[in-house]
């Protein structure tokens, strides 16, 4: 069973920046495609972004086109979610899933795999 962890969350200023990383125990994620997701108090999981095993497919939910960004290193076997330009409804508990399929996808249902999640609060 492929553990994921999240970390990297906290608090941020409107206008700043956080950047989240999600690694698995005991397993290197170049062989997953890995989604991140982020979930509101009394909202449905949303779908983020996704980036495929080799790094060669990204694609983001509209909500986050243009401040956030998806990146891999594979030799550090670690997925990072870079968050520019917060806004107080990024606030949310922030996941990373991962899925043996080469295709990307933002819908839950895709990702077998879960991390606990990280906490972000954007707030002045």
């Known amino acids: 069973q492929l553990e994921l962890a999240e970390s990297g969350g906290g608090l941020a200023q409107p206008g700043g920046s956080l950047r989240l990383s999600c690694a698995a125990s005991?397993?290197?994620?170049?062989?997953?495609?890995i989604g991140w997701f982020r979930q509101a108090p009394g909202k449905d999981r949303e779908g983020l972004s996704c980036i495929n095993k080799s790094g060669s497919v990204i694609n983001y939910a509209d909500s986050v086109k243009g401040r956030f960004t998806i990146s891999r290193d594979n030799a550090k076997g670690t997925v990072y979610l870079q968050m520019n330009t917060l806004k107080p409804e990024d606030t949310a508990i922030y996941y990373c899933?991962?899925?043996?399929?080469?295709?990307?996808?933002?819908?839950?249902?895709?990702?077998?795999?879960w991390g606990q999640g990280t906490q972000v609060t954007v707030s002045s």
């Open positions: 005991g397993f290197s994620l170049d062989n997953y495609t």
């Open positions: 899933a991962a899925r043996m399929n080469y295709l990307c996808s933002r819908h839950i249902f895709a990702f077998g795999s």
